[in-house]
């Protein structure tokens, strides 16, 4: 584990990332029409993946944070727009629930216990996630027995069509609660909130690195 005094590395970056590709998803989801199908695959898939040795290993590869990454390039260069904004609003709320259960001993036990039937679930009766929704259905339900009921909580704003659609608002809770599970790993990376305005230009370039590493 890194020490938290130290500049964002490569699995703090991707943890990072992992949160801010999860707030996108939300703002996609809620707001538009159109969404990263593949990012919100990897989203779900995430939250499945407890045992990972690494911040790679949690979201697939570099690859499946393409989102999150050029998110945290775009808004750590100053180039943020009123949707950016917005994304920023929701990463925030991830990480503040994200403290709040780390600090909820009962409320952590329940997640893990839910995450894990999940995982078992999933690895035992693979035919029931062949669609993501199915996954994204069992994740929502879990979030809304558990970190839904904490504060503060993230108010989702979009379209009143898309937010009452219950499949949208499934597909937005996994985000949420995949964001959550990022902020998570961050902080057990080392990740701690005064970094994030110290080392702002370092993670816009550790950012920008990966992307030229995955994407050439």
């Given amino acids: 584990m890194p020490s938290v005094s ?11 990332a992992g949160v801010f590709q999860a707030a996108t998803l939300v703002h996609q989801l809620a707001a538009t029409e159109n969404h990263d199908s ?7 898939v995430s939250l499945l993946r407890l045992d990972a040795g690494s911040a790679e290993a949690v ?5 499946a944070l393409r989102l999150g990454l050029h998110c945290v390039s775009r808004l750590f260069s100053g180039h943020a727009d009123a949707s950016a904004r917005e994304v920023f609003q929701y990463a925030a709320g991830m990480h503040q629930l994200s403290a709040k259960l780390r600090r909820d001993c009962s409320a952590r036990a329940v997640v893990a216990e839910g995450l894990n039937e999940l995982r078992e679930r999933h690895l035992q009766h693979a035919g029931d996630f062949d669609h993501d929704d199915a996954l994204h259905h069992a994740a929502a339900a879990l979030y809304v027995r558990t970190i ?3 504060t503060p909580r993230i108010m989702v704003r979009g379209s009143q069509g898309r937010l009452s659609d219950p499949l949208t608002v499934s597909r937005v809770r996994t985000a949420l609660f995949a964001g959550i599970r990022a902020a998570w790993l961050w902080h057990q990376l080392g990740g701690r909130r005064w970094q994030v305005m110290v080392y702002r230009r370092e993670y816009q370039r550790q950012a920008q690195r990966l992307l030229g590493r995955a994407f050439g």
């Fill in 148 to 150: 839904s009921r904490m």
């Fill in 6 to 16: 130290s500049a964002p590395d490569k699995d703090l970056t991707l943890a990072f």
């Fill in 59 to 63: 979201f697939g590869s570099i690859q």
């Fill in 38 to 44: 593949g990012a919100l695959h990897h989203a779900g």
